[in-house]
């Protein structure tokens, strides 16, 4: 029974054939770090894959000495993240778990760093790692070449997918760490653990994906990851691929993913729309029209770009991309906020307009001045356009759609 006056924590082991050290493991945490431990009421939960080993007859032995001992059972080995899983609904559901932590029973995470960790959750901060890449951290010296290589190679090509280029891909130094403590209300409770990639190894990367994107007060601690001497490593050799997988599954099904793609879909159908635009209005003869009556400013610098006819095609060709652009957003890349008021839509596309003239000015002055500057040719204005949206417009345009177009 959990105190009422104290928050419940527990430490989740996931289990196979580790009857070598599991008996070790349950009496250093019980004898050792947990009577150390006086803010939180701590319980160990065992979930095992019914080792042929014998694993799970070890716990059980063990539980008639610790009451806050607890031990599950899988049918058949279902993978770490399976068990991880079932772990963590067992925590909250039926031990009224506060924070969860995810666990190794070799002693390759320190027991020592439980209440280094719990420090941390006192100060208040929702998702706490053990990282390896850190000051103070460290893989194992034991570790060969090849290990080292696939771990750093790996965990860096996973951190790039999960989450360059945002703020987080320098928070997050070690994706693939399996030393993790988690607050459960407001975060592991919102975790959807019914549709997961991979139930092996990998969980750990969609899971952290999740949390992360709940936005916690996330903090790391230095793991010295310890040198495995006994037992069943449950790194498997399709490990990497299963990762790497995992991990472009989490992002590229992300919901804010899925609308920076639309994004750029659309931002490719305005770029030819602009391009077309361009060159259509250049040749048609409007621009020209429009560009006659400055001619007046030919020799005055800065104002000469009124005079030159490519300047305009500039222009016009934005604001075709303009339209496109607000047409395609409106009802696909932001569709949940879609604006279908008829009233509203045009005081939106107005607004759209007012806010995108940023965009018009600034491929009036680049393919003018490029022109200017280089020639009166396609090659000039196409480069001048490439360049000009690439470097100038996009960021611009991203940042006023999510600002004030189509905020909630």
Not at 35 to 47: A, E, G, W
Not at 356 to 363: H, K, N, R
Not at 376 to 394: E, H, K, M, N, W
Request: net charge positive.
């Amino acid at each position: 029974m959990a105190s009422k006056n104290k928050p419940t924590v527990v430490v989740i082991i996931p289990t196979y054939n580790e009857a070598d050290t599991i008996g070790d493991m349950i009496t250093h945490l019980f004898t050792k770090t947990f009577p150390t431990i006086k803010d939180y009421q701590m319980h160990l939960l065992v979930v095992d894959d019914t080792s042929p080993d014998g694993t799970y007859k070890i716990v059980k032995s063990h539980q008639k000495k610790y009451q806050n001992l607890h031990l599950l059972t899988n049918p058949k080995k279902a993978g770490i993240g399976y068990a991880y899983i079932v772990g963590f609904k067992h925590a909250m559901t039926k031990l009224k778990a506060d924070f969860v932590f995810e666990f190794d029973g070799d002693f390759q995470h320190p027991p020592k760093m439980i209440p280094q960790m719990l420090e941390q959750a006192t100060q208040g901060f929702d998702v706490v790692i053990g990282s390896r890449k850190i000051k103070g951290g460290s893989n194992p010296k034991g570790w060969g070449f090849k290990r080292i290589f696939f771990s750093e190679a790996g965990g860096l090509v996973a951190r790039l997918i999960l989450f360059f280029p945002g703020k987080n891909f320098l928070k997050v130094t070690d994706p693939t760490t399996g030393l993790r403590l988690t607050r459960v209300k407001g975060f592991l409770d919102q975790v959807d653990f019914d549709h997961f990639y991979s139930l092996e190894f990998s969980y750990k990367l969609q899971l952290l994906y999740q949390l992360i994107s709940l936005n916690p007060k996330f903090k790391e601690l230095p793991l010295q990851f310890g040198l495995r001497e006994k037992g069943e490593s449950k790194i498997k050799g399709s490990t990497l691929v299963d990762s790497l997988r995992t991990a472009f599954l989490t992002r590229i099904n992300d919901p804010a993913t899925k609308k920076f793609l639309k994004f750029a879909v659309v931002g490719f159908t305005g770029f030819v729309v602009n391009s077309l635009g361009l060159e259509f209005f250049r040749r048609s003869g409007l621009a020209d029209s429009l560009s006659a009556s400055f001619t007046a400013y030919t020799s005055t610098p800065g104002l000469s770009l009124l005079a030159n006819p490519n300047s305009w095609s500039g222009g016009l060709g934005a604001e075709l991309a303009i339209i496109s652009n607000f047409i395609l957003n409106n009802f696909w890349t932001f569709s949940s906020d879609r604006i279908t008021n008829p009233f509203k839509f045009l005081y939106k596309f107005l607004q759209f307009n007012l806010t995108s003239f940023g965009a018009v000015i600034i491929q009036f002055i680049a393919i003018g001045l490029a022109t200017l500057a280089f020639g009166d040719t396609t090659l000039v204005r196409q480069l001048a356009l490439v360049l000009s949206i690439g470097f100038l417009i996009l960021p611009y345009n991203w940042l006023m759609y999510n600002l004030v177009i189509w905020r909630k």
